[in-house]
């Protein structure tokens, strides 16, 4: 049950876009639609933003859009804002496990 | 609307045991797969264990299984964690979280607010 692999930090400025990625293998992220992300601001509980790859949960702002190519899993933030900085993480379905978490991955918006 | 309210965490010693709950409301719980998260101090999130919405389903990660132990009784609500020969690598904050649909897909739509476990001589 290996963790999925965030890069540790990315940063932007309001109203610009970043991209997330989270890299898998085929037997998680490269061999399942079944992709979720989540934020999570200090010292609260994580949001489901995406699931199913690149569904939006009712609530969840269209600025956030997921995709996948290969074994690699990518969340885009459009149209950055000062309240979407958090921390992300990844998550898959797995063949040997129901649920994967990527590391994690801390935004900052400058 | 939907609340998960967990309870039961502490500071417990090496080796003991302790039993984690979470009480729901705001939906139909016996219609939903449930899950525990642990997330250690300044660490990410792990995954720990998912119970099908009969109960009679579970599945652990490889780091807790044969110590913990994933229940439920839909009578009260209530989804509990039975943590035993805990370790110091077990202090986390412990959520549990609802799932998206009654399966096991990694679609945790509502999350309690976390309780801290610290195992600690």
């Known amino acids: 049950q290996s963790a999925l692999t965030q890069p540790a930090s990315v940063s932007g400025s309001p109203g610009q876009s970043i991209t997330i990625s989270c890299t898998g293998t085929?037997?998680?992220?490269?061999?399942?639609?079944?992709v979720s992300w989540y934020q999570q601001h200090p010292g609260k509980a994580p949001k489901l933003m995406i699931y199913?790859?690149?569904q939006r949960p009712s609530g969840v702002s269209d600025r956030f859009s997921g995709s996948k190519s290969g074994n690699t899993a990518s969340l885009t933030i459009s149209g950055l804002q000062a309240e979407d900085e958090a921390e992300y993480f990844c998550?898959?379905?797995?063949?040997?496990?129901?649920?994967?978490f990527g590391g994690g991955t801390k935004l900052t918006v400058l | 609307q939907v609340q998960l309210v967990e309870s039961g965490g502490g500071v417990v010693q090496p080796g003991r045991s302790l039993r984690l709950s979470c009480a729901a409301s705001?939906?139909?719980?016996?219609?939903?797969?449930m899950h525990w998260v642990r997330q250690a101090p300044g660490k990410g999130l792990e995954w720990v264990a998912v119970?099908?919405?009969?109960?009679?389903?579970?599945y652990y990660a490889d780091s807790v299984r044969g110590r913990f132990t994933i229940s439920r009784d839909n009578s009260k609500n209530t989804l509990y964690l039975q943590m035993n020969s805990l370790r110091a690598e077990d202090t986390a904050v412990y959520y549990c979280?609802?799932?998206?649909?009654?399966?096991?897909?990694?679609?945790?739509?509502?999350w309690g607010q976390g309780n801290l476990v610290t195992v600690s001589s």
């Open positions: 998550c898959s379905y797995t063949s040997s496990s129901p649920v994967v």
């Open positions: 119970i099908s919405y009969d109960g009679i389903n579970k």
């Open positions: 085929s037997s998680d992220i490269g061999g399942y639609n079944y």
């Open positions: 979280a609802k799932s998206f649909s009654g399966n096991y897909l990694p679609y945790l739509d509502y």
């Open positions: 705001g939906f139909t719980f016996n219609t939903y797969a």
């Open positions: 199913d790859v690149s």
